[in-house]
């Protein structure tokens, strides 16, 4: 068997970690003074009350819990395991992954461990290890599931997202290429997309969340166009009415393009905080040519 591992800004879809034995390692969140395992010990609402106030932080997975999530496998028997992370460039996490499978394969010349830098993040992540687990279940080798895995990155694997505010993307230092392209005064709003360089851009600007929607969604349809959609996600972040309504339109979208293994759920903590909520994100996973 192979073991499968990866962090919890991945956003595997709870389902998929509980059917199929993924090992999660959670980012920190920092709120204040306290600091709280992702997912685990913090929710998307004690999140989103302390963001009223105040600026929320986030540290990458720690070595111990790296390390501890890889034994769980090796006390368990396992030879191979594939770890698959948000982009390196986003967080440092893909790099404690690395030097805790180099550590651990030093002590053991017959364990064979990948770890995969994604260059996406959140549930463009996710979707790589959703393949990942697909493969597994046809009984790949270990190094033919890495070769096909390998094959998505960074070009077959798509997210986009728009939110109401960049301001908390900016406290977090996370605003990538994004930097400049709004007014707020305006009212612009950016589509932001993951490039192929693991960061944000913009992919787009509209006035307001409503046309950036529809903008978001024609960029889906250029991206798409002669293109198999392998799987799909949409993914949100807070309890606001506009902010579900978006969602069904673009599952109405994906369901109209004949995509049925859509994946549906909303951001950890990790992701929140630098976001914010109404976020809508918008990620797929196109068949490599």
Known sequence: ?????????????????????????????????????????????????????????????????VKEGFENFLQQGYKEIIAINVSNNISNTHSVFQVVAKELMEKDKELQ???????????????????????RKKELSFDEIVQELKKY???????????????????????????????????????????????????????????????????????????EIEQAAIYTSGTGEDTKQFAEELKTLLTEKGVENILEGKIVPSMLVHVGPGLVGLAFRLKYQ
């Open 153 to 227: 990155v960074p070009q077959d694997l798509y997210v986009y997202y728009v939110i109401p505010t960049l301001k908390f993307l900016k406290a977090g230092g996370r605003i990538g290429k994004v930097s400049g392209t709004i007014g707020d005064v305006l009212n612009l709003k950016p589509i932001i997309e993951v490039g192929n360089d693991g960061v944000y851009h913009t992919a787009a600007k509209a006035r307001g969340m409503k046309k950036s929607i529809k903008k978001m969604k024609e960029i889906f349809e250029k991206v798409t166009t002669n293109r």
């Open 1 to 65: 068997m192979i073991g499968l591992i990866t962090d919890s800004a991945s956003d595997v879809p709870q389902e998929l970690i509980k059917q199929e034995a993924i090992e999660i390692v959670p980012l920190k969140v920092i709120l204040g003074e306290s600091e709280y395992k992702d997912g685990i010990e913090i929710n998307e609402q004690r999140s989103l009350e302390f963001m009223k106030t105040d600026f929320a932080k986030t540290t990458g997975t720690p070595y111990n819990d």
């Open 113 to 135: 461990i990948e770890v995969i830098d994604t260059l996406s993040i959140s549930i463009g992540s996710g979707l790589l290890m959703a393949k990942a687990v697909e493969l």
